[in-house]
């Protein structure tokens, strides 16, 4: 996989970003963090992407939405070019919706919850298909789900189909569940990295002898 940034000249957004996965390139434009590539590289080094649900995350949405009394969370990691929704309440797990509409592409530039009282009122998300459309979006509060090296996989996050301030211990709740939900990636991520490093150095083989050479 290869992967660039570079300034999206005569537009009206910051930046291209430009992914290329077996031959086949992915083009994503719009406001991104500042740490992108390396965000992309921690994401997909926790393995997380499409992969099945868990118990853990399916609790924390169903949790979320409780203490929010909303119809609406979810567990979203942002991708190059979508949203990919590992758990969710009034929206279906495993699904992925793109990423230029999504409210959560948003949250991720920032290490703070992203608050939006009333979609309609917002330049940001007032044509936003999300809430022009099903699922009719009004009012979202995301907490990102920030890794150790300061990136974030993506947010955990509540939405309504009504304008509406969120109380304090529901932002401190999602904000919970966004730290743990790091840690997890995290060690994953680290997983991956120490198994790239073993073969990279020959460190392992299919026997699980050391297949080191030289005076370390």
Same mark, same amino acid.
């Given at each position: 996989i290869q992967l660039s940034i570079a300034p999206d000249v005569g537009s009206d957004t910051r930046s291209v @970003? $430009?992914?290329?996965?077996?031959?086949?390139?992915?083009?994503? $434009?719009?406001?991104?963090?500042?740490?992108? @590539?390396? $965000? @992309?590289?921690?994401v997909y080094r926790s393995g997380f992407l499409d992969a099945p649900s868990e118990r853990w995350l399916d609790e924390f949405a169903t949790r979320a939405a409780e203490v929010a009394d909303a119809p609406m969370s979810a567990l979203s990691i942002i991708d190059v070019d979508r949203q990919w929704f590992a758990s969710g309440v009034g929206l279906a797990p495993g699904t992925s919706?793109?990423?230029?509409?999504?409210?959560?592409?948003h949250t991720v530039c920032s290490p703070a919850p992203l608050v939006v009282s009333d979609a309609l009122t917002d330049d940001r998300f007032a044509s936003n298909p999300l809430v022009q459309g099903k699922p009719w979006i009004r009012s979202y509060l995301g907490a990102p789900?920030?890794?150790?090296?300061?990136?974030?996989? #993506?947010?955990?996050?509540?939405?309504?189909?009504?304008?509406?301030?969120? $109380?304090?211990?529901?932002?401190?709740? @999602?904000?919970?569940?966004a730290r743990r939900t790091a840690a997890r990636l995290d060690h994953r991520a680290a997983l991956t990295a120490t198994r790239h490093r073993e073969?990279?150095?020959?460190?392992?083989?299919?026997? #699980?002898?050391s297949t080191r050479t030289g005076p370390w």
């Open positions: @970003l $430009r992914i290329t996965d077996g031959g086949q390139a992915r083009i994503r $434009r719009g406001p991104m963090p500042a740490d992108e @590539l390396e $965000r @992309l590289r921690q919706t793109p990423r230029d509409a999504a409210f959560c592409a789900i920030v890794s150790h090296v300061g990136c974030a996989y #993506g947010a955990v996050f509540v939405a309504d189909v009504v304008p509406r301030e969120f $109380r304090s211990d529901v932002v401190a709740t @999602l904000v919970d569940f073969v990279t150095w020959g460190l392992s083989s299919p026997t #699980g002898a």
